[in-house]
């Protein structure tokens, strides 16, 4: 769901600012083996990490299947 996608990828932001890490990768959560549809989870995913504070890099991870 929507809301699972945004509190993963608040929760893991959060946490990796916690720790001092300098990078993040975030998957495309939901979609793939999730069966969500890939435009809608990128799209959420990028309007959650637009409201998040992280000082370091984050890059979103597309697997190829």
Do not use: C, W
């Not at 998957?27 to 990128?42: E, H, L, T, W, Y």
Request: aromatic residues 6%.
């Amino acid at each position: 769901s929507e809301e699972s996608i945004r509190s993963s990828v608040h929760n893991a932001v959060a946490l990796a600012q916690v720790k001092g890490y300098t990078s993040l990768g975030i998957p495309m959560i939901g979609a793939g083996s999730g069966g969500g549809n890939a435009r809608f989870v990128q799209a959420t995913i990028e309007s959650e990490l637009a409201s998040t504070q992280f000082d370091g890099e984050i890059v979103l991870v597309r697997f190829k299947a």
